[in-house]
Structures are given as structure tokens and as C-alpha cells.
């Protein structure tokens, strides 16, 4: 497609059980982030891919979360164990040359932990 | 600890006037700032950008305006339209390629 892609677009899930997020980026789009917005608050930084390694994972919350990139396309976004407090919209954006500064995101995951 | 605040969360405005936004930041390493868009059930979209080698930004109805030693940042739109009813988030970087959002402003402009 044209777009960011995320998917699932809503995933509710009991809590301790672990979840996958999954985004495909624009092609071609080299950079690859990973940002949450919760309720009522901005967004927040999760973590940054160029190609498939991660220059900056400062923004993961805890161990529970880890994400991948494979192929300079795919991301997939884990969190092992969920809490209510994960809870939230997790958004993906992805630019063509690694500058956020025109980064393109998807319309997010809304994840629901009951 | 909040580094980039909107004080308002949330703005009215009738059709035709001008809107105003404002943002408010902390970190003096920031070096670019970038205004983004959402709408419910999307995700933000890019609006307009400015570097802090520059204190004003313009592109058609939106306008862009910096005060570092205020370490404040507005965004203008100006003739509204209901379009624009969304909310608008704030963001700012230093080095590298972390973005720094506000908390956002929901903007509801009346007809």
C-alpha cells in the first residue's frame, strides 16, 4: 500500500498474556519508529530503526518490550506479559532518509489490557 | 518531566478567525520543532516544521512562530476552517532522530 500499515488495529488482551504489534513501513523507508500515545497524554518514544539495527531503544519502557525490524521492512513490536498500565495507542511512522522530521505514521494499534 | 507542554488542551474557534496554539518547551538543545495533525482513528500527519535558526515558518493558512529565549513556539491558522477541527500535537528534537511531543490541543472550529 501507499501508507503505513499497523495491525492489528485494535487488540484487547488479558493481562499477563503477550501481544505482537506489527507494522509495514512506506517502501523504501529506511527509518522505522515506534512511538505509544495513552489516554488523554502526548505521544511517547518507544524506539528507532535504521535499517534493521536500533541506534536508540531509550524510550522502551521495561524488559517486557522488545521489538525487531527484518529486511529494512517488517517491524514487529512485543510486549510479553501486559499490564493494564500498557494499555494505549502504539503508533508506527516511517521516512524515506531517516529524518523524522517528515516521518509518515500509521494509523496506530490500540491495544486494550482487561 | 515534561519537556514540551501545550497548556491548553483544547481550543474553540469560529469559522473564518484565526486560531492560535501555543507550546512551551524546556530542553535549549532543541534545534527543530515540528507541528503535527490527528485526526480520530488516524495517525498524526506532518503540518509544518521550523528550525531554530529561524523564528518564523509560513505555508498557505499556517504560520509557524519561535522565540528561543522564551523557549516558545505557536502555531497560527489563519482563516480557520471546520476542516481543521483535530488535534494538534507539538514536537521537538535535538540531535538524532527522537521526537519530543507535547501533550496536544483538541481544536473544534464552529461553523
Known amino acids: 500500500g501507499a501508507g503505513v500499515s499497523q495491525s492489528p488495529s485494535n487488540k484487547v488482551t488479558e493481562k499477563g498474556k503477550d501481544v505482537e504489534l506489527r507494522c509495514d513501513p512506506i517502501?523504501?523507508?529506511?527509518?522505522l519508529y515506534w512511538y505509544r500515545q495513552r489516554l488523554g497524554q502526548g505521544l511517547e518514544f518507544l524506539i528507532y530503526?535504521?535499517?534493521?539495527?536500533?541506534?536508540?531503544k531509550s524510550g522502551l519502557p521495561s524488559d517486557r518490550f522488545s521489538a525487531e525490524r527484518t529486511g529494512e521492512s517488517v517491524s514487529t513490536l512485543t510486549i510479553q506479559r501486559t499490564q493494564q498500565e500498557d494499555s494505549a495507542v502504539y503508533l508506527c511512522a516511517s521516512s524515506l532518509d531517516g529524518s523524522i522530521g517528515k516521518a509518515f505514521f500509521g494509523q496506530g494499534t490500540r491495544l486494550t489490557v482487561v | 518531566d515534561q519537556q514540551v507542554k501545550q497548556n491548553s488542551p483544547s481550543l474553540s474557534v469560529q469559522e473564518g478567525r484565526i486560531s492560535i496554539l501555543n507550546c512551551d518547551y524546556t530542553n535549549s538543545m532543541f534545534d527543530y520543532f515540528l507541528w503535527y495533525k490527528k485526526y480520530p482513528a488516524e495517525g498524526p500527519t506532518f503540518l509544518i516544521s521550523?528550525?531554530?535558526?529561524?523564528d518564523k515558518n509560513e505555508d498557505g493558512r499556517f504560520t509557524v512562530f519561535l522565540n528561543k529565549s522564551a523557549k516558545h513556539l505557536s502555531l497560527h491558522i489563519v482563516p480557520s476552517q471546520p476542516g481543521d477541527s483535530a488535534v494538534y500535537f507539538c514536537a521537538a528534537k535535538a540531535a538524532g532522530n527522537k521526537l519530543t511531543f507535547g501533550g496536544g490541543t483538541r481544536v473544534l472550529v464552529k461553523p
Open positions: 517502501s523504501g523507508h529506511t527509518a
Open positions: 521550523i528550525s531554530s535558526i529561524k
Open positions: 530503526f535504521q535499517g534493521n539495527s536500533a541506534p536508540d
